[in-house]
T-cell receptor, first 110, second 116 residues
């Protein structure tokens, strides 16, 4: 079973920041937080991951609370192409499978 | 790099027929995962391989499902006999045991299976 809780859906205006929350209160010390997204009819796509520190890459930023029980994915300037289902996943590093929950359906509105 | 390649992209078959889905992982990757996506159950793992060896097949629904990885560049998922409840999108993903520390999984475009 997924170890994360996410809101089922969110809307965001184009050009604004999209902030997607995730709760993972049972995360263990060695587990990472990963984010993937799935654009309609495509395979999931890796976005970002983190352990304790905040992380940023060309796609997004990941903010992890100090107690690591929750995190927020930030898309700084959302575009229509960011409309997708976003999955927050907790897992150990290494080649272990991904356990997907229901994710958050983000709709970016013009 | 062509990415993960899956074939066919769409498959329509009749109940009772054998179905074979194919996957070519990214060159150099040595872990391969098969996932299934339905509206009811979402994305779920069926089976995964490390270095061509099956590691966990607990997600395979029943004996009608079988998966093989005869070499590092090819895997098959077979359903025999197929049933309407097997209708779903089947994704293959690959990753590297070495290299990147976070073991990003790269997904193929999926095979949409419809069993009538």
């Amino acid at each position: 079973d997924a170890k994360t809780t996410q809101p089922p859906s969110m809307d965001c205006a184009e050009g604004r920041a999209a902030n997607l929350p995730c709760n993972h209160s049972t995360i263990s010390g060695n587990e990472y937080v990963y984010w993937y997204r799935q654009i309609h009819s495509q395979g999931p796509q890796y976005i970002i991951h983190g352990l304790k520190n905040n992380e940023t890459n060309e796609m997004a930023s990941l903010i992890i609370t100090e107690d690591r029980k929750s995190s927020t994915l930030i898309l700084p300037h959302a575009t229509l192409r960011d409309t997708a289902v976003y999955y927050c996943i907790v897992r150990y590093s290494g080649n272990t499978p991904l356990v997907f929950g229901k994710g958050t359906r983000l709709s970016v509105i013009a | 790099d062509a990415g993960v390649i899956q074939s066919p992209r769409h498959e329509v078959t009749e109940m009772g027929q054998e179905v074979t889905l194919r996957c070519k992982p990214i060159s150099g990757h040595n872990s391969l995962f098969w996932y299934r996506q339905t509206m009811m159950r979402g994305l779920e793992l069926l089976i995964y391989f490390n270095n061509n060896v099956p590691i966990d097949d607990s997600g395979m629904p029943e004996d009608r499902f079988s998966a093989k990885m005869p070499n590092a560049s090819f895997s098959t998922l077979k359903i025999q006999p197929s049933e309407p409840r097997d209708s779903a999108v089947y994704f293959c993903a690959s990753s590297s045991l070495a290299g990147t520390p976070y073991n990003e999984q790269f997904f193929g475009p999926g095979t949409r299976l419809t069993v009538l």
